[in-house]
DNA sequence: AGCACA
C-alpha cells in the first residue's frame, strides 16, 4: 500500500486496527477515548486532543477484528458513540499503528510552555504595560499551585511564557484545565483580538531567573534583584502624552478605606488585591480616624495595574468601603508575618501553622461604581476555582466540570464571582451562572473569602 | 466533520 495514496471517501477504506475519531469536545482526555473503545477490544495506544481544533484522535487497538467490531457496532447502532455529549464519528484511520504517541511537548515535565496566540511578536508593541497585563494573565497559573518562576518571551510562535511548578503534577493539572482556553477581552489591550492558550510541556526544569523584570519573575526569591534596565521605564517618573510628568510610582500601593461599614480584614485585602498579581505584604493601620492600607507588590506594573483597576470601586456592594489608591513611598514593608493588621506572604506558610493562604481565595467581582466595566479588569484566577483546594489537588473530579461550569456549584458566596474565566471555545456558559454587569461588589462580605485563620491555630510569627 | 508525528 503506498501511503502517498490519499483516498477521497473514508468509508471506501480498507479497515485498520487504528480507528481516526473526530468530532471530539477539546477537552477529551485519554481516559475517555479509553473507556468509550475498550468494550470492543483491547487498546495499545492513543493519541489525542489531534487537529487544529485539537477535536480528533486516534485510538489504536490490538487486532484488527477489535476495530472493525467497534466501527461496524457503530455503524448500525441507533445510539451515536459519544463523549460528553458529542457525537463521536469513527473511522478507519489510513494508517496501521500509532507512531510516536508523545511529541516531545506532551511528556509531562513541571514547566509548562504557554503560548499565547493571537499577542504577535510583530506585535513588538508590547510595551511595558502590556506585558504587566499579560503577567497579570498568567497569574490564573497560580490557581493551581505555587507558581515558581515565570519567563517571558516572544517567538516566531507568538508570545510565549514558560510556568515552572514544584512539580509534574501540579504543572499537567494546570495544563489540563487552561489548554485551549481563550483569554477574556478585557483583559487584554483592545487592538488584540483572540488570544487562545496553548500550553505544551518544556524539557526545562528549572529555570534561570536573573532579574525580576517585566518579563521574567521568580517567585521563590523576593529578594533577586530587579533588572534596572527593564524596569527603567518603570522606576523613572514617566511622561505622559500631555508631556506632563506622571506621579511618583512604586509597588507598594496606599489604600484609603472610605464609607467602611464592614470589616475590611487582611485576608479580604488580599483576596481583592490578589487578583493581579501576588500580594507580598499587607499593613491595616488607622490614620486620621480613617483607616488605610499598605499592599506590597513584587513590582510596580502589578500595582500600576491594580490601582488603575480598583480606583474608586468599592469591596462590598452598595458603596461600601470604597478604595481610595495612591502608590506609597515605601519600596519594602517591615511587617510581622502574622498579625491581624499585617501579613508576610513572602515568607513560606506551609512551614508555619497549617494556616492557609490559598491562592485562590475567592469571589472577586467588580463594583462598576457608575462607570462601564472597564477592560482592564485582572484575571481574579482565584474565582475562577472556588471549590479548588490549595495545595495543587486534582480538582476535575468530573470530566464535565471545568472552570467554566465551576459557578453552578459554587456556595453562594461566591455567587458574585461574576468575571467570565477563560472560555472555552466549546462551553457554553454554565446553567444558573450569574450573569456579569450591574454592580458587583469586589467581595462578599459574609462569605469566607481567603478565610479566616483557623481560631484554633496559632498565629505565625517567624521564629 | 475528514488523518497525527518531525
Known amino acids: 500500500m503506498s501511503t502517498s495514496a490519499q483516498p477521497q471517501f473514508r468509508y471506501t477504506q480498507t479497515p485498520s486496527k487504528v480507528l481516526h475519531l473526530r468530532n471530539l469536545p477539546w477537552e477529551c482526555i485519554e481516559e475517555e477515548l479509553i473507556e468509550l473503545c475498550k468494550p470492543f477490544g483491547k487498546i495499545v495506544n492513543t493519541k489525542c486532543n489531534v487537529g487544529a481544533n485539537r477535536n480528533q484522535a486516534f485510538v489504536e487497538f490490538s487486532d484488527l477484528n477489535q476495530a472493525i467490531n467497534m466501527v461496524t457496532y457503530y455503524a448500525s447502532s441507533s445510539e451515536p458513540a459519544q463523549i460528553r455529549g458529542k457525537t463521536v464519528y469513527i473511522q478507519y484511520s489510513n494508517r496501521h499503528e500509532i507512531v510516536n504517541n508523545k511529541s516531545p511537548g506532551d511528556v509531562p515535565g513541571n514547566v509548562l510552555l504557554v503560548t499565547i496566540e493571537g499577542v504577535e511578536a510583530g506585535d513588538v508593541s508590547i510595551d511595558v504595560i502590556h506585558l504587566a497585563y499579560l503577567l497579570t494573565v498568567l497569574q490564573v497559573f497560580s490557581a493551581f499551585g505555587f507558581v515558581h518562576k515565570i519567563a517571558t518571551f516572544e517567538k516566531a510562535a507568538g508570545f510565549q511564557a514558560l510556568i515552572q511548578y514544584s512539580d509534574v503534577q501540579t504543572a499537567s493539572t494546570a495544563r489540563d484545565s487552561l489548554d485551549g482556553r481563550s483569554i477574556p477581552r478585557y483583559l487584554l489591550p483592545s487592538h488584540v483580538n483572540e488570544c487562545y492558550l496553548r500550553i505544551s510541556y518544556s524539557a526545562h526544569t528549572d529555570l534561570n531567573i536573573k532579574f525580576q523584570s517585566h518579563r521574567s519573575r521568580d517567585y521563590t526569591n523576593p529578594h533577586l534583584p530587579v533588572n534596572p534596565t527593564a524596569m527603567d521605564g518603570l522606576h523613572q517618573p514617566v511622561v505622559g502624552p500631555d508631556g506632563k510628568k506622571k506621579e511618583f510610582e512604586s509597588n507598594v500601593l496606599l489604600a484609603s478605606i472610605e464609607n467602611m461599614q464592614y470589616a475590611v480584614t487582611v485576608d479580604v485585602?488580599?483576596?481583592?488585591f490578589s487578583a493581579f498579581g501576588a500580594v507580598q505584604k499587607i499593613a491595616i493601620f488607622e490614620k486620621n480616624g480613617g483607616t488605610q492600607a499598605l499592599i506590597q507588590y513584587p513590582d510596580i506594573a502589578i500595582a500600576a495595574v491594580a490601582k488603575d483597576a480598583l480606583e474608586g470601586h468599592c469591596i462590598y456592594d452598595g458603596g461600601y468601603c470604597k478604595l481610595h489608591l495612591s502608590y506609597s513611598r515605601h519600596t519594602d514593608l517591615n511587617v510581622k508575618a502574622y498579625s491581624d493588621k499585617s501579613r508576610d506572604y513572602t515568607i513560606p506558610m506551609q512551614q508555619a501553622t497549617g494556616w492557609q493562604n490559598p491562592p485562590a481565595a475567592s469571589a472577586?467581582?467588580?463594583?462598576?461604581?457608575?462607570?462601564?466595566?472597564?477592560?482592564?479588569?485582572?484575571?481574579?484566577?482565584?474565582?475562577?476555582?472556588?471549590?479548588?483546594?490549595?495545595?495543587?489537588?486534582?480538582?476535575?473530579s468530573s470530566p464535565s466540570s471545568f472552570p467554566g461550569q465551576a459557578y453552578g456549584a459554587a456556595p453562594p458566596a461566591y455567587a458574585a464571582a461574576a468575571i467570565p474565566p477563560f472560555s472555552s471555545p466549546n462551553a457554553h456558559p454554565a446553567p444558573g451562572a450569574p450573569q456579569t454587569g450591574g454592580s458587583v461588589p469586589l467581595h462578599q462580605p459574609n462569605g469566607p473569602p481567603g478565610g479566616s485563620p483557623h481560631p484554633s491555630q496559632s498565629p505565625y510569627y517567624g521564629s
Not at 485585602?269 to 481583592?272: R, S
Not at 467581582?365 to 466595566?373: E, M
Open 364 to 396: 472577586v467581582g467588580y463594583t462598576s461604581g457608575g462607570v462601564p466595566q472597564a477592560h482592564a479588569q485582572a484575571a481574579p484566577s482565584s474565582s475562577w476555582f472556588p471549590t479548588m483546594p490549595a495545595g495543587g489537588q486534582t480538582y476535575m
Open 269 to 272: 485585602l488580599n483576596t481583592v
